[in-house]
């Protein structure tokens, strides 16, 4: 099964360029709103507000460095079960893939929007999205169908979910994505780690990662 299939049925462009992306070394530490400026941008927003790669969700798999999406929409892109081509109402955007050798592939997303009401609906609609996903990704013979999408818990207040998916034809075969979204002010930081093994794999846990989320969006956007 092909990753830039799987994306785009589920969340729309993000992924349909995955292979085409751009290697680029992550930033380690939380800058300073002050020095948020400083590094290179993408899309409007700063690379160093990604979070570096040893703060990915555990998995037990070293990560590799991130591959930033030149081609990420953030106007029309949202996470896991948006309606790919609605307007997000977002200013900005940044997506960034760390991969493990084998089974893992952690999506970062950023979208900043020109308020804190903006990004609120643009959560209300995300949130609003999952309700349909299901009924929406169907087994078929193209694409990716959706099963089940469950919450798994909390990281630092922020809920956790997975969605159980497979792709077309192959839809026997099934992954997960764990999903956390965080809003800190105009700006949503979204981690989707696609986990492609079979069955019904334990939660990863996502503390430390939502919580440097906090840090870094609390850093570039306070």
């Known amino acids: 099964m092909h990753l830039p ?6 969340s729309g462009a993000t992924a349909v360029c995955a292979l085409l992306l751009a290697a680029l070394p992550a930033t380690a530490s939380v800058a300073p709103a002050s ?13 160093g507000v990604l979070l570096a790669k040893a703060d990915q969700p555990p998995v037990g798999e070293p990560y590799g460095d991130p591959w930033v ?12 079960c948006w309606e790919y081509g609605r307007d997000t ?11 493990t050798p084998t089974w893992f592939h952690s999506y970062n997303d950023v979208w900043v929007f020109p308020s804190a009401d903006d990004a609120a609906a643009f959560e209300r609609q995300w949130r609003a999205d ?6 929406r990704n169907p087994p078929g013979e193209t694409g990716s169908a959706v099963y089940d999408i469950t919450s798994v818990g ?3 207040g922020v809920e956790v979910l997975r969605v159980t998916a497979a792709t077309n034809p192959y839809s026997t075969m099934t992954y997960h994505f764990w999903v956390a979204v965080v809003r800190h002010g105009r700006a ?13 794999p334990q939660p990863v846990p996502f503390d430390d990662t939502v919580a440097k ?10």
């Not at 299939?5 to 589920?10: E, S």
């Not at 999406?69 to 896991?80: K, L």
């Not at 989320?213 to 306070?222: D, G, N, R, T």
Request: aromatic share 10%; with cysteine; proline share 5%.
């Open 154 to 156: 909390e990281a630092d």
């Open 5 to 10: 299939a799987v994306r785009a049925a589920l």
């Open 213 to 222: 989320i906090k840090a870094k969006l609390a850093a570039y956007y306070p």
């Open 35 to 47: 020095t948020a400026q400083a590094g290179a941008t993408q899309a409007g927003v700063d690379r």
């Open 89 to 99: 109402g977002a200013s900005a955007g940044l997506s960034a893939r760390f991969s």
């Open 188 to 200: 949503v930081y979204a981690v989707q780690l696609l986990d492609y093994r079979h069955g019904d």
């Open 130 to 135: 999952l309700a349909t996903c299901v009924d």
């Open 69 to 80: 999406n030149p081609y990420f929409e953030p106007e029309v892109t949202g996470p896991t």
